[in-house]
């Protein structure tokens, strides 16, 4: 035992002396000359002081270098070791913390416009990605943000790194200064009023000002650390206690959620904004804030009293709510929006599970903004261990089963279901790194939920072992699984993506996914291995297709892209030109071309015409419905040539796509031309428009979607018996009944169109193509082709 304790002093001073970037305890000085070489004690007495902030980071290094040590010696040593067991116990993660911080104001900042001024803002960035970016603050020196932002933070060994930037239209913006917030100093529970100065790593003399917090660190309420020793506590008893096991294990999942709840906000009209144009009117928008979630609306042309009617939500983080920040601008071409006003709903104000009116007036404006606010409770959205996943536990399973019964149907008709994802390993990884290696993670997205996994340092084949479970509220999203390589200073790099429908999920079966690009058009080095089970009630699942899809407020603003632009121009002609084919088919008809199809077309024209009654018409599309998903069934179908014409056409474009965003990003064209973008994008978006819905027509029909397939035979069933049953005039009579008193019956709701609503549902050819899994050769192993793969 003495060669044990004089390996772990040798080591603790090895780590002591040498001067590990990453170390994130805090050591006091003390004298001079060897007095001031920090030692155990003084360690000891730092750790106590820090409040065990930095205990997980100190611990980690010294037991690693601990590790590395016995092992290296494990042949001269007489340490008697125990012999493993057969179970490893799971080693507890990274406690989580919620970082709590006041952006108040800086002072004599740097001047980096013409006159003598800056329009500064400021980002936080967290292990290379950003987390929160200010509002800009023009022509001003020492401006005055007074902004909230609330973090969750999973490891104090990485420090905040803050940016100060100046605001620059059309160009790219100037650095004004840098610094870092580091976690590890920072005393939980407390408000830390910090002074951070600002500097230029390239001229570190320059003194570029400073930036004012208030600072608070704690812990979050049902950290990860407490829900692994709680997973400990149970897996430490007997298999034995079956009910007492589903319990803790219950527990444990609600324990690592990581939101409290949703705030679901419906943006309904605006009433007497400022004029902000030449006419007297104005082209306004709203953008939404809470914490780093953002929202933007669509943009209400030359109105003063516009009628946005939107809906989206936000994730709760506190249990307390948060301050959601609105802001009004009007929207010009080609040059700044114009500012109309702000305000601010204080959530902690609000009561849970109850719709609020809200009638805001706007600050530093003129108007107001009516609004439709509601807080619940938060959806099953959680990450665990592969061994504390929820579904393999019987009692457990059959709860979830019975809360989705068709039993169950009309209750909480948002709570479609439930999907959890295993996300066990990857292989044959992209090498990001000068050293051939890469730090890869894995980040999980299904609509506007995202997870991710944690790092695998310096590793092409790392293993994550994680369980993923989010609540499902439209069973027709499509699960997003993206494998980033960490950098510590600079933005994640990309490794591989997959996109996978829900309804293509096949419960409880491990598969391995062919990484993809970026737009998931092609192949990427690299496999991914995942096993999902969905668990969904049809009934739910069949009534949220009548109603808008849910919006991402983290998609990436498009930009004019010439290979997109013809791409979409090619999609819209195979539509048209399929039009035209069918009416030069009926036009041979007339030309008698063929005397006995014409003659059949004749008979079928006057029978059809003479008997036709309306129910004829859903009665016929119902027909090709059905002598489509019989071609289907018997392998006849023409899906196959179209996804490999589709996959041919972005296989030729993919390498001129890449070769023009980089010119694109090198030249800044699009930048200086922001009039013509707003048209190109304008003209694209509609082509895009135009070729989605017509293919996903004929999807519909093709059974690429088995579910909105029989779903469609549902409703063409049900609306042939009515108009066979019902006369037409009655029919039309009602219709315009409901269409007329809509608006008196509800004066606040969001107009849909029903059949638009399940068309979005309907994959496109493009889309079809992008969650196609890749054909992989059982022969050949991910290793194998990445060696066989040409640089």
Not at 598 to 619: H, T
Not at 688 to 694: I, K, L
């Amino acid at each position: 035992m003495w060669i044990f304790r004089r390996k772990r002093k040798q080591v603790l001073d090895r780590v002591i002396s040498s001067s590990q970037p990453n170390l994130c305890c805090s050591v006091p000085a003390s004298g001079d000359g060897d007095a001031n070489k920090p030692t155990l004690s003084h360690l000891v007495l730092s750790h106590q002081k820090s409040s065990s902030l930095g205990s997980a980071c100190f611990q980690s290094l010294v037991v690693g270098e601990e590790e590395r040590e016995l092992r290296k010696n494990a042949s001269d040593s007489t340490i008697d070791t125990p012999e493993p067991s057969n179970v490893e116990a799971p080693v507890p993660k990274p406690g989580m913390y919620q970082l709590d911080i006041v952006l108040k104001k800086g002072n004599n900042l740097a001047v980096r416009d013409r006159g003598g001024t800056s329009d500064p803002y400021v980002k936080f960035k967290m292990g290379g990605k950003e987390v929160f970016r200010s509002r800009t603050i023009h022509k001003n020196l020492n401006p005055v943000w007074d902004e909230k932002v609330s973090l969750l933070v999973d490891s104090l060994c990485e420090p905040l790194y803050i940016k100060v930037f100046d605001y620059d239209f059309g160009l790219q913006d100037d650095f004004m200064g840098s610094a870092y917030l580091y976690l590890a100093s920072l005393e939980l529970g407390r408000v830390h009023d910090v002074t951070l100065d600002l500097k230029d790593p390239q001229q570190p003399e320059h003194n570029l000002g400073t930036l004012q917090l208030a600072v608070t660190l704690s812990p979050k309420e049902g950290d990860f650390q407490e829900a692994s020793m709680l997973f400990r506590r149970t897996w430490k008893r007997s298999i034995k206690q079956q009910p007492h096991q589903s319990l803790r294990l219950s527990e444990l999942h609600r324990k690592a959620q990581l939101w409290r709840g949703i705030v679901s906000i419906s943006l309904i009209e605006g009433h007497n904004l400022m004029p902000m144009d030449a006419n007297g009117l104005s082209d306004p928008y709203v953008k939404f804030r809470l914490g780093h979630q953002k929202y933007k609306s669509k943009t209400m042309t030359k109105t003063l009293n516009p009628q946005w009617r939107e809906q989206f939500d936000f994730h709760l983080y506190d249990e307390h709510g948060g301050v959601v920040d609105i802001t009004v601008w009007d929207k010009d071409a080609g040059k700044r929006d114009d500012f109309i006003g702000r305000c601010q709903v204080d959530l902690s104000l609000l009561s849970k599970e109850q719709t609020h009116k809200l009638e805001l007036p706007l600050e530093e404006g003129k108007g107001r903004l009516v609004l439709l606010v509601t807080l619940t409770a938060s959806a099953a959205v959680s990450i665990s261990d592969l061994s504390a996943n929820v579904l393999d536990d019987p009692h457990e399973r059959e709860v979830i089963l019975k809360r989705y019964s068709l039993l169950r149907s009309f209750h909480n008709l948002k709570d479609v279901g439930m999907v959890q994802v295993k996300v066990i390993r990857a292989e044959g990884l992209m090498a990001a790194d000068v050293t051939g290696k890469s730090d890869p993670f894995c980040v999980v997205e299904l609509s506007n939920d995202r997870l991710q996994t944690h790092t695998v340092y310096k590793n092409l084949n790392p293993e994550w072992n994680k369980v993923f479970t989010f609540n499902v509220k439209d069973i027709h999203s499509v699960l997003e699984v993206t494998v980033y390589d960490e950098d510590r200073d600079r933005s994640a790099d990309f490794l591989g993506k997959v996109a996978i429908p829900l309804l293509s999920i096949r419960n409880g079966e491990q598969k391995s996914y062919g990484l993809k690009n970026k737009a998931l058009t092609g192949p990427t080095k690299g496999v991914i291995y995942l096993e999902m089970d969905v668990i969904f009630n049809a009934v739910k699942a069949g009534l949220r297709t009548l109603t808008p899809v849910e919006q991402k407020y983290m998609e990436e603003e498009p930009r004019v892209c010439k290979q997109l632009l013809q791409q979409n121009f090619l999609r819209v002609k195979r539509c048209i030109m399929f039009l035209i084919n069918i009416g030069s088919y009926v036009n041979s008809c007339f030309e008698w071309e063929s005397p006995k199809r014409s003659v059949s077309a004749f008979l079928l024209f006057v029978l059809g015409v003479w008997n036709f009654q309306l129910y004829m018409i859903p009665l016929f599309l119902l027909l090709l419905l059905v002598w489509n998903y019989i071609r289907v069934v018997l392998g006849r179908d023409s899906r196959h040539g179209e996804v490999q014409e589709m996959e041919d056409m972005f296989e030729d474009d993919d390498e001129e796509l890449d070769k023009e965003d980089k010119d694109s990003e090198r030249k800044g064209f699009i930048d200086k031309l922001y009039a013509i973008q707003d048209v190109c994008i304008s003209v694209q978006n509609a082509l895009d428009e135009v070729a989605s819905y017509g293919e996903r027509i004929k999807n519909t029909f093709n059974w690429t979607v088995p579910f909105l397939s029989c779903l469609a035979i549902v409703v063409l069933s049900i609306g042939t018996v009515v108009i066979y049953f019902i006369p037409l005039r009655y029919i039309v009579l009602i219709w315009g009944v409901n269409k007329f008193t809509k608006k008196l019956r509800d004066p606040y709701n969001i107009d849909n169109n029903e059949l638009l609503d399940f068309l979005s549902r309907v994959p496109s050819d493009v889309q079809v193509v992008q969650y196609q899994e890749l054909k992989q050769d059982p022969g050949q192993s991910p290793n194998k082709r990445k060696k066989n793969t040409p640089g």
